[in-house]
């Protein structure tokens, strides 16, 4: 290890947290790009509280005693990342089911605009899920993808010259899965309102990895999930946020009893209960739930600022790897170089990636994440990852290609990458 990293590891104000998580094997480098968080040790206790005090001997009576409100404090947690109200975000279903309702919900609410604009660093499934939303919802309504020259980036011209009187919502993702890529939150927001569109931010990739300030922003409407940078554990429930006004001018296309302003009148006609509690639509999963939050309270007691700081510091340190050790192997950084345009990933291409990528799980112990068609994405979390790491990550993809590792591997690929 460098004098660099020890000198910075020696330095990280955010060193304790890296105990709060389970890190089983401390020589298995888990730089996953970030599609799952690790374990926080406070899961494990909360989760065994909940299902043998609460689940156990509670019962149904547990629904009075704070299950029922779950998805709202949370919300007020991730809200606090997110830079909004304590009342506009509920912790709800996942992410593909949240930005379905908020996208048919904002097309109802303007039918005189006919297009969405989104652009190609756009995670797919959620260009999937609009696409579906404009099919169901008929008429002439269309999407407009602003293409990427360089597959990294999209600058704010393009997407200005995309957006007009016709666009109801502009819907991006604020970190690109793949380049890690970055928008100006407040450019490109006040750049869908001058032509009086709706912002639809898809935060994933940033939550719990940056400080946000959507409100400051006047974002309209944001989704995200809860198992990267949060570390609510596989398949942790997402949220949404919607801008106050617009809460009671939206409605749930998902008309579901728990967004019912009376659920346990059971009445037959479906009346919207009032701001965010809408967006909800059946029963919270209150053990999901009870696993993201400690995730939450971890974040929150680093505070973000000093996150995004240990974030950049740990991308600058893998980016200057790369410059000495990798660039002369074949590797080409495929994510922005200038780290206020860049998220807590960096992708590195490599005509070979997806072999290297074997051989870095296979035996040398790293594990990243292959993004096709040629990307090895590394992802840092601040709250866990040491700049010691990062370090022998450069020395082992330098390995996997000096040694010829990866020769030993076949080229196909499976299902799940
Ligand atoms: C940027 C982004 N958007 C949306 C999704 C889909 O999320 P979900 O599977 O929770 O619906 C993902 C999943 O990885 C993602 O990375």
């Not at 400080?211 to 940078?229: H, I, N």
């Amino acid at each position: 290890v460098s004098e660099r990293a020890r000198a910075l590891d020696a330095a990280d104000p955010l060193a304790r947290f890296r105990g709060e998580f389970v890190v089983g094997d401390p020589d298995l480098l888990y730089l996953d790009g970030n599609s799952l968080g690790r374990l926080p040790r406070r899961a494990i206790a909360r989760l065994g509280r909940l299902i043998e005090a609460e689940w156990g001997e509670r019962l149904i009576r547990g629904w009075g005693e704070g299950w029922m409100e779950a998805p709202r404090r949370l919300g007020t947690k991730v809200a606090r990342l997110l830079g909004v109200g304590a009342d506009d975000v509920l912790v709800a279903d996942s992410t593909s089911v949240n930005l379905f309702k908020l996208v048919v919900a904002a097309l109802r609410a303007r039918p005189e605009r006919r297009t969405v604009v989104t652009d190609a660093l756009m995670f797919p499934s959620d260009l999937y899920v609009i696409q579906g939303a404009l099919d169901l919802l008929g008429g002439d309504r269309r999407l407009v993808v602003v293409p990427s020259a360089d597959g990294l980036t999209v600058p704010t011209g393009a997407l200005a010259a995309a957006v007009d009187r016709d666009t109801a919502l502009v819907a991006l993702c604020h970190t690109a899965f793949k380049s890690s890529f970055v928008y100006d939150l407040d450019e490109v927001t006040a750049l869908a309102h001058r032509s009086g569109a709706w912002m639809l931010w898809d935060v994933c990739h940033s939550v719990g990895a940056m400080p946000l300030a959507l409100a400051a922003a006047e974002a309209d409407l944001a989704v995200g999930c809860g198992y990267k940078y949060l570390n609510g554990g596989p398949g942790a429930p997402a949220f949404l946020y919607v801008r106050p006004e617009l809460q009671d001018r939206l409605r749930n296309p998902i008309q579901g009893w728990l967004g019912h302003g009376a659920p346990f009148d059971f009445d037959s006609a479906y009346v919207p209960a009032p701001g965010i509690q809408r967006f909800l639509a059946g029963t919270p999963p209150v053990l999901s739930l009870a696993a993201l939050e400690p995730g939450l309270d971890l974040l929150l007691e680093a505070g973000l600022d000093r996150i995004r700081a240990k974030s950049v510091a740990l991308t600058e340190l893998l980016i200057a790897g790369w410059e000495a050790e990798l660039a002369p192997l074949g590797y080409a950084l495929s994510s922005p170089r200038g780290s206020a345009r860049r998220g807590s990933h960096v992708s590195l291409g490599h005509a070979e990636g997806w072999r290297i990528n074997r051989a870095l799980l296979e035996e040398l112990r790293l594990i990243g994440d292959f993004r096709a068609p040629d990307n090895i994405r590394l992802g840092v979390a601040p709250l866990y990852t040491t700049f010691a790491e990062v370090d022998e990550a450069v020395a082992r993809l330098a390995r996997a290609v000096r040694d010829r590792l990866y020769e030993k591997y076949p080229a196909e690929r499976p299902t799940i990458t």
